[in-house]
């Protein structure tokens, strides 16, 4: 079976179908190509179709997420709304070392089975695996891609907090709307992209975020979501997670996408440095880190300039947090990053953890359940509870237990509320004896 | 005054509690999943028989309450939240809390830092898993318990999910071990399960508190785990309501409070009918269903009249995993009598009683042949001197080609197994057994339907005119356990539940065995057979599944023995051996357990001795106890790799240091590099001992992820036992990238093997206590490199290294590992051509290094060489190919070797590969399906054995026999 490349000639007429992560995210990433030439659809399929097919076309024990991107393009090929014809697919390939850089395999032998396999698949990736004459990756696209994921975050950060305490509801999911709409005319101007451009719209962005009335009485349990990428941003897989512990009253902090690309880029400079190998490309590795470091610090500046949000935390950070408890050779999957992210969170008063991932996922047997153990051995008062998600796992049983995790989260939250106020009791009293 | 409630996944609990927290009231009942119902009958009772309750604050708790509560606006305390609580307000010295319930098993830590473990998506270890078990033995689970207390031997039982325990339980069974010893062993099972699954490595001990209802019901369940814990807990008065008082306790941290008035009013009022997924009916109408039963009617054999039959008949024994089938079969084809029934753990004194009774009613009908077939093939062929034996696959089809002599896909599914075979050309062309992790099908049913409160053959026909059956999906019929909790939840009633169950097993078939993506996969013909099938309500299923109409022969529970049958007759030379009546009359069975001293593995051995000396010995993992006679000599690659290894013990004299090598994961290849690179700096290299079920145990406590496969959680009894033997350092480097062997895109090790040192470093305690653990991440794919950075990580952790020294060592190091695979393939060779010589089979047994473990790979190896074949390994061939086009990504330096080893025999007809995949690869999901299209695609059969910690063999046997019948089919076609 040779692969179908995905032609220059494609390009005029083909509508590239995008799986879904992160809606925002992606409503920016697909203008972005849209900009650059490319008829590109986003795919919002969702329900039992989507895993009905992924299980019938994908092999049943591979990773969830494989089962549900494949499935849900399948789901869309099949449902008669598209000229098989005239569409073509594209998926991420990482190139680490787990299973993921295979989903592509996985896809192009789930559209065999299903009898498309004349539908061209792109590789979207950064490490030359596949090419194709009529899709390239160009700098000036990746700057564009970047600045969009770099918007999406700073998007996310702020609507999770502010949702638990606005007192219109619903004013920040508006704002987040308002300002992807915005982003969206501004990219088909073409801009929105330079860095002092950017900097002036985070400004905006955040002032906008930091303007909406707030009932900061509300006690909101503060949850951190960590897990395998996929896992941990897409509602479809993780069944709707933010918004059931939104439900429960709780205050969501989810790390965003630009410390893991950060962290994709910082692992090939990693192995040179562990390794051995050509300075040549870890200087091209470095010119790319840098840049994505200065885009990141504007985020963190700016947030902290224009609000009392808390600001992303800093890549630096994270590989601070981390030294000493795994190496930084760890790369596969979400590798060091997801542990640290669970520090970041312990640190940054999120030390209730949902850490989501894929049954059977690999590098979380190692980065995830294999660490919790440390980390309440370093911060006990850490509440981690790990969610395996795979097509049969039952929304009952994960919602129990995250139940049980937001009932030690409450009974605590209680205690040092107690706490708190006799620590403020015994405050009054201080001036007294001084 | 307040009430708590507690609704679990198979019982209502409740308590009604005064002012001063005493009980007024208790209550536990089955709800047979009739929640609502239930519930509300429940508080009726409360409003009128308890004074005062009416107008009390009522709080619910359990996982199958929870919806319902939400809906209601009744106060819900999370179920380990409420036992906390009841704990915390009645024995506030409690350490540590175990409870069991139906499907959940939990442990709380109450003491130092507060834990909450709960079982995840696995149902091992729980209420339900010890039903399950009774029902496998036919008893209740009391008797299970009663039974425990005389136990003399404790066998292991693989505690991870009852489809696990039930494959090692049933050759148990039917080898004739003590069924006293069986029960006890399930009892420790659930311990282990709740050690291993729950504990994760934190200790339990202190004052221990038991809860639940196997835990209040079973003693004996206490004593295991008293024995294994080392302590004696205690269960408490009221043990089964502590979530139900806790649910009471916590009644006012909510903001609802609904009163028991209200509270019944708005449960009552409560419908969540169509809330879950659901299937189209099976049957539209009842027209529908007779057009159906008018179609499988005429797919019948002929039962001809015995008493009037006179001549040669044939037997056809099945002796299957939970029913013994028999057949008797005449000349023509005819069935002259049969018999199904469950084998109660003992198919010898059924089949006898059969054969005495045939003997003495029909005495004119002189029996001509005889064969056996079956998990019991063994036991009952010794035991009746049966004429001939013959695998399972063959003998269904043989069956299958009377009903449709074009068959080309027969489907079998039984009490616990799913055998599906596709033919090509009359011969045997694929099989497709269902491995430990998705069987479960007909006793699943089975035990639903008593879960339910319902006899098997109502439930199943309950569900033929289900108006909206559940959507269960596929997936291990185990955790369908809490998918139907779901349902329950959401108001599914019994025969939406059932006909959701049957859909469940045909797609469970299609899907997670078969892997089929339609029809066609399939084949045009296709037979189904096997007890499950006489269930309509699965064959209905099965049909709109595949939307193709099947034949369902009218024994389809029989298949195997009228196979069987037909074998008998094929093969017979007008003769049986089959005892006769008078010595069916004196016939003798004893059973005696015993431990075999011929090997290190120490068998647990169960001998069976019938009258005139026949034997038959179970349990044994090599021939040794059986053989007769001089030893055979076997050409098994997996032994001479092994032995290899154990030859690299050289050390210096006066060692600089000692340091340790945990022999798991990539260390099985990795020995001959270290090993010469730090004898040649002076160290003294220590490896662990060889794995055995002891060292396993031993590192348990550790293991942080139940699901991680089993080679890696042996390394945790590893790292012990090398901390044990007092080293100076324990080397395990991380390694992310192995050596390039040019065979792939890239020369990844999967993140298992790459990053375990990371999660031993992070979860073994006793590493803090003073050992060297390096860990560092080493990258030997660089040669020159390494040898630079491998001088910096040593000089962290040894004084006095010598740059130049170090250099010379790594270049040994890369000699010994070319001189180690150079003599793994010299041998291999050598095996290859001996075979030749001798016309033997080959086998590519292809794995990864670490498989070579016998504790891994449990004597497979070995079991082939039983077969007859000569056993080599995936690396000993993988490199006469070069690097060639795959449909994946081919970056794993182990994985990209089997592609290559299946490429190489692909032209090779006296060779054949068998891949032994570790349950829970993810990595595997991956090359499974790659080298079995690389297989297929030079036309060779496929045979994939997936391997845990179970110890059983008979599975794997028919797996083997059924490719050598199918390659012996092939080639007489051939000769043809």
Redesign the interface.
């Known amino acids: 079976?040779d692969r179908v490349e995905f032609t220059k000639e494609m390009r005029k007429d083909y509508t590239i179908l995008v799986p879904n992560m992160l809606s925002n995210h992606f409503k920016l990433l697909i203008k972005v190509f849209a900009n650059a030439g490319y008829n590109v659809e986003l795919l919002k399929n969702e329900g039992?179709s989507v895993?009905?097919c992924g299980?019938?076309?994908v092999?049943?024990?591979?990773?969830y997420p494989a089962l549900l991107v494949i499935g849900q393009m399948i789901d869309a090929l099949q449902s008669g709304k598209y000229d098989l014809h005239k569409v073509a697919l594209i998926i991420t390939?990482t190139?680490g070392?787990?299973?993921a850089?295979?989903y592509?395999?996985?896809l192009?032998?789930a559209l065999k089975?299903?009898g498309l396999e004349y539908i061209p698949v792109i590789s979207l990736n950064l490490s030359g695996?596949e090419k194709n004459s009529g899709f390239s990756l160009t700098l000036g696209l990746i700057r564009r891609l970047i600045a969009a994921m770099a918007y999406g975050d700073l998007l996310m950060l702020l609507a999770n907090q502010v949702r638990p305490y606005e007192t219109n509801k619903g004013a920040a999911d508006a704002l987040v709307d308002k300002w992807a709409d915005t982003l969206v005319a501004e990219f088909d101007n073409g801009k929105g992209f330079a860095k002092s451009v950017m900097r002036s719209y985070m400004e905006r962005i955040t002032a906008d975020f930091a303007a909406v009335p707030l009932d900061r009485t509300r006690k909101c349990v503060k949850v951190g979501i960590v897990g395998e990428i996929y896992v941990k941003f897409s509602s479809l897989a993780n069944n709707h997670l933010e918004e059931f512990l939104a439900s429960e009253g709780c205050e969501v902090n989810v790390p965003g996408l630009m410390s893991f690309i950060l962290f994709k880029v910082d692992n090939r400079m990693e192995?040179i440095k562990?390794?051995?190998?050509s300075k040549a490309k870890f200087a091209v590795c470095k010119a790319l880190f840098d840049y994505l470091s200065g885009i990141e610090e504007i985020m963190i500046e700016t947030v902290r300039a224009k609000s009392s949000f808390n600001p992303p935390t800093a890549y630096s950070h994270l590989r601070e947090l981390i030294y000493g408890?795994?190496?930084?050779?760890?790369?596969?999957?979400e590798g060091w990053l997801l542990t640290a992210e669970m520090l970041e969170l312990i640190e940054g008063g999120y030390g209730n953890i949902v850490c989501a991932q894929p049954?059977?996922?690999?590098?979380?047997?190692?980065?995830g359940?294999?660490?919790?153990?440390?980390l309440?051995e370093l911060h006990?008062e850490s509440n981690i509870v790990p969610i395996?998600y795979?097509?049969?796992?039952?929304?009952?049983?994960q919602?129990?237990?995250i139940?049980?995790m937001?009932?030690?989260a409450r009974e605590k939250m209680v205690s040092d509320d107690t706490a708190g106020t006799q620590r403020a009791k015994k405050d009054d009293k201080e001036p007294a004896l001084v | 005054m307040k009430i708590g409630l507690d609704v679990g996944s198979t019982t209502l609990k409740c308590v009604v509690l005064d002012d001063e927290n005493k009980i007024v009231y208790k209550s536990y009942k089955r709800h047979f999943a009739q929640i609502t119902e239930s519930t509300v009958a429940l508080l009726r009772t409360l409003i009128t028989e308890v004074p005062g309750a009416r107008d009390a604050v009522l709080s619910i708790s359990g996982s199958a309450g929870m919806g319902m509560a939400e809906a209601c606006d009744i106060g819900f305390v999370q179920e380990v939240y409420a036992t906390r609580l009841a704990v915390k307000r009645l024995i506030p010295e409690t350490d540590v809390v175990i409870e069991l319930g139906g499907e959940d098993a939990k442990i709380l830590y109450l003491d130092g830092t507060m834990e909450v473990r709960m079982n995840g998506s696995c149902a091992g270890g729980t209420g339900a898993f010890i039903d399950q078990m009774a029902t496998l033995l036919a008893i209740t689970p009391d008797d299970l318990n009663d039974l425990s207390h005389g136990c003399e031997k404790i066998y292991t039982i693989a505690s991870r999910c009852g489809v696990f325990a039930k494959s090692d339980i049933q050759p148990l069974i039917n080898q004739g071990a003590k069924k006293e010893d069986i029960a006890a062993s399930i009892f420790y099972a659930v311990v282990n399960q709740t050690i291993a699954g729950l504990a994760q490595g934190r200790p339990i001990e202190g004052k221990v508190v038991y809860l639940g209802g196997p835990l209040t019901f079973m003693d004996g369940l206490r004593d295991a785990f008293d024995k294994s814990l080392g302590l004696t807990g205690i269960c408490p008065d009221n043990s089964l309501y502590f979530v139900a008082m806790g649910a009471a306790f916590g009644a006012d941290l909510g903001s609802e409070q609904a009163t028991l008035v209200e509270a019944v009013e708005r449960i009552a009022g409560y419908r969540t009918e169509g809330r879950y997924l659901s299937c189209p009916p099976l049957f539209n109408s009842q027209a529908e269903y007779d057009e159906f039963e008018a179609r499988h009617a005429v797919d019948k054999v002929e039962y001809a009249d015995p008493e009037k039959y006179s001549g040669s008949a044939y037997i056809g024994i099945d002796a299957g995993s939970t029913t013994v089938k028999v057949v008797a079969m005449s000349e023509d084809g005819d069935i002259l009598c049969s018999l199904y029934r469950p084998n109660n753990g003992n198919p010898v004194p059924i089949i006898r009683e059969f054969l005495l009774d045939f003997y003495a009613k029909y005495p004119s009908i002189k029996i001509a042949g005889s064969a056996v077939t079956g998990y019991g093939e063994e036991i009952v062929k010794n035991a009746f001197a049966v004429d001939g034996g013959i695998v399972e696959t063959m003998a269904h089809f043989f069956a299958a080609k009377k009903f449709m002599p074009a068959v080309d896909f027969i489907i079998d599914i039984g009490g616990q197994d799913i055998k599906c075979f596709k033919i090509r050309n009359g011969a045997i062309d694929n099989i497709f057994l269902n491995e430990a992790c998705s069987s479960g099908c007909g006793s699943f049913l089975q035990t639903f339907a008593g879960a339910l409160g319902v006899d098997i053959a109502e439930f199943a026909k309950e569900g033929l005119f289900a108006k909206a059956p559940v959507d269960l999906g596929s997936r291990c019929t185990v955790f369908m356990n809490s998918s139907v909790k779901q349902a329950q939840k959401d108001g599914a009633t019994v025969d939406n539940i059932s006909a959701g169950l049957s859909i469940s097993v045909v797609k469970n078939a299609l899907y997670k065995v078969i892997r089929a993506s339609g029809p066609d996969d399939l084949g045009e013909h296709v037979v189904v057979q096997g007890g499950t099938f006489l269930n309509n309500a699965v064959l209905r299923a099965f049909e709109k599944e595949i939307g193709r109409n099947v034949v369902r022969p009218n024994i389809a529970g029989l298949m195997g023995a009228y196979g069987a049958a037909i074998y008998a007759k094929d093969t017979s030379n007008g003769a049986s051996t089959l005892l006769d009546a008078d010595k069916l009359a004196n016939f003798k069975h004893d059973v005696k357990v015993t431990t075999c001293g011929l090997c290190e593995n120490h068998c647990r051995l169960t001998v069976n001795t019938f009258d005139g000396g026949r034997k038959f010995i179970g349990g044994n993992r090599c021939e040794r106890p059986t053989a007769r006679g001089g030893a055979v000599e076997y050409h098994d690659l997996y032994e001479y790799k092994l032995s290899l290894l154990g030859s690299y013990t050289a050390k210096p004299e006066k060692p600089r240091a000692r340091i340790g090598l945990p022999m798991g994961l990539n260390m099985y290849e990795m020995l001959p590099f270290w090993h010469a690179f730090f004898t040649r700096l002076g160290f003294e290299v220590v490896t662990s001992p060889r794995s055995d079920r002891k060292l396993y145990l031993r590192g348990q406590q550790t293991i942080p992820s139940d699901t991680v496969c089993f080679p890696a959680k042996l390394l945790h009894g590893h790292i012990e036992a090398l901390i044990d033997d007092g080293v100076d350092a324990i080397f395990y480097p991380c390694m992310t990238y192995n050596f390039n062997e040019k065979l792939g895109d890239n020369h990844y090790n999967c993140p298992v093997v790459a990053y375990y040192p990371e999660v031993i470093g992070a979860n073994v305690p006793r590493l803090r206590g003073g050992v060297k653990f390096i860990q560092d991440y080493i990258g030997v794919h660089r040669p020159k490199d390494f040898a630079v950075k491998i001088y910096d990580i040593l000089s962290k952790y040894f004084d006095g290294l010598d740059k130049k020294e170090v250099k010379a060592a790594c270049d040994a190091a890369y000699a010994e590992r070319d001189a180690f695979l150079m003599r793994v393939r010299e041998k291999g060779e050598e095996f290859i051509k001996l075979a030749r010589d001798k016309n033997m089979p080959i086998i590519v047994l292809s794995g990864r290094p670490y498989h070579v473990d016998p504790e891994i790979n449990h004597g497979i190896d070995r079991l082939i060489c039983e077969c007859g074949a000569v056993v080599v390994t995936e690396d000993a061939v993988s490199h006469h190919v070069e690097k060639f086009k795959v449909h994946v990504l081919n970056q794993w330096t182990y994985h990209s070797r089997l592609y290559a080893a299946a490429k190489y025999i692909g032209d090779k007809p006296d060779m054949n590969l068998v891949q032994l995949v570790s349950f829970g690869c993810g990595v595997d999901a991956i090359t499974t399906d790659e080298v079995r299209s690389i297989l297929e695609g030079a036309g060779k059969i496929y045979t994939q054995i997936k391997i845990d910690e179970i110890t059983n063999l008979g599975a794997v046997k028919i797996r083997l026999r059924s490719l050598f019948a199918a390659c012996e089919a092939k080639e007489r076609e051939a000769r043809a």
């Not at chain 1, 562990?274 to 190998?277: C, F, K």
């Not at chain 1, 408890?325 to 999957?333: L, N, P, Q, R, T």
């Not at chain 1, 795979?390 to 049983?397: C, E, K, L, S």
């Open positions: 079976m039992r895993v009905e299980l019938k076309y092999h049943n024990d591979t990773c390939q190139g070392g787990c299973r850089s295979n592509i395999h996985l192009r032998k089975k299903a695996l192995d562990l390794y051995g190998g408890i795994e190496g930084y050779g760890c790369k596969m999957g049954f059977g996922c690999l590098p979380n047997h190692i980065v359940k294999g660490m919790i153990r440390r309440r006990p395996d795979d097509p049969g796992a039952t929304r009952v049983n919602e129990n237990r139940k049980l937001l009932s030690v």
